[in-house]
């Protein structure tokens, strides 16, 4: 960012896999990702930043009655908070996955989801059980330990 840094907030990733929601291991972070999570994070800062210069410039503009330079502007406003939401949650938060990655966590997700719904009919309880103890998002994830043996037949 050269000589117009900021030093206004810290970001901290601390990424743990925890089996029982009381322990945890580290989890190690693809370069890559990080590299993703870093430019993105500069991005908005830049985005914010420029989102802050606009609206100082969009009050001197009003208050000079500038009409040209305020629709201006507006449409410069507009076209950066434009990225800002395709950059962010609702929530604010960054999104990070990459395009391909979300489709990919996606599909698995619903064709998991389609496999558990076609086992309500022949299967109640072992679909109950998957629902409970299936989980979908960034990784998917099967949490054993209610202790309860199936009995599978062809």
Known sequence: MGDAR???????????????????????????????????????????????DIEADLEAARANNDLARIESLEAKKEDLQDEVLRATRPSGALKVACPDDERARKAVSKAIAKA????????PALAAHLRRRLTTGLYCT???????????ER
């Open 6 to 52: 900021t030093y206004e907030e810290t970001l901290a990733v601390r990424a743990v896999n925890s089996r029982d929601g009381m322990t945890a291991d580290w989890v190690h972070l693809p370069y890559d990702l990080l590299g993703r999570i870093s430019s993105r994070v500069m991005a908005l800062a830049a985005y914010r930043g420029e989102l802050a």
């Open 116 to 123: 558990i719904a076609s086992l309500d009919a022949r299967q």
């Open 142 to 152: 099967y949490r054993s330990g209610d202790g309860i043996a199936w009995d599978v």
